[in-house]
């Protein structure tokens, strides 16, 4: 009787080329309650705790207060401000335009409705409405920008990890309550296609995208 053996990923199996040096490659912080297998594409997700926040009223018409929940942010929040832009009046109420510090779109937002995304907080209506133009920022300081939790990517997150941030170039099974550091390839590489690990259901387009993303750190998959 014949026997099958299957042989395990080996570390760095992946590379075919990198940079001199360490300069392709990162110390990254996988998280708690993962298996990564070496190849595996990772996401990243900032850590909340050295994230800190602030108001800046611009010159409105409207006096509703502005108050930041607590925690004020999610994990995906990013470093800069948030740009709040009312964009229709009411009575009592009025609508405004949520924008990230990179320009993406994330509200719209109801004054007096909580608001509950990257950032988290709640606009009151105040005794004059709100008018178009009318805006706020929230300003968002990360301590440690270069503070990141690595998983394995997981396009249906909203944390960060929905984004391919890099390859694991070691293995590694974290329990509940544990992270641990390990080498991945974050930059300026050719890794062979066939030796990454991706997600389980990963749509034909999800992997495109993040293969794109990938492509855009400088990580071509031949």
């Not at 001199?20 to 705790?49: C, K, M, N």
């Amino acid at each position: 009787m014949s026997s099958i053996f299957t042989e395990a990923r080996h570390a760095g199996e992946f590379i075919i080329t990198e940079g001199d040096g360490h300069f392709s490659r990162d110390s990254v912080l996988i998280g708690v309650s993962q298996t990564i297998l070496p190849g595996t594409v990772l996401g990243a997700a900032p850590i909340v705790a050295g994230e800190t926040s602030s108001v800046i009223v611009g010159t409105n018409t409207g006096n509703g207060v502005l108050t930041l929940a607590n925690p004020a942010t999610s994990q995906a929040a990013v470093d800069g401000d948030y740009l709040l832009t009312c964009t229709a009046a009411a009575a009592n109420a009025g609508t405004f335009s949520v924008q990230t510090p990179d320009g993406r779109e994330i509200g719209p937002m109801t004054v007096g409705v909580a608001f509950n995304k990257e950032i988290k907080f709640t606009l009151a209506d105040g005794a004059t409405d709100f008018v178009v133009g009318d805006s706020f920022k929230i300003r968002v300081g990360v301590e440690a920008p270069g503070d990141f939790t690595f998983v394995a990517l997981n396009p249906a997150a909203v944390d960060g990890s929905q984004n391919a941030a890099g390859i694991a170039i070691y293995g590694v099974t974290n329990d509940g309550s544990t992270t641990t550091k390990i080498a991945a390839i974050t930059r300026h590489a050719e890794v062979i296609g066939a030796a990454l690990t991706w997600p389980a259901g990963i749509t034909a387009a999800q992997q495109a995208e993040a293969t794109l993303q990938l492509r855009k750190a400088g990580i071509l998959i031949r």
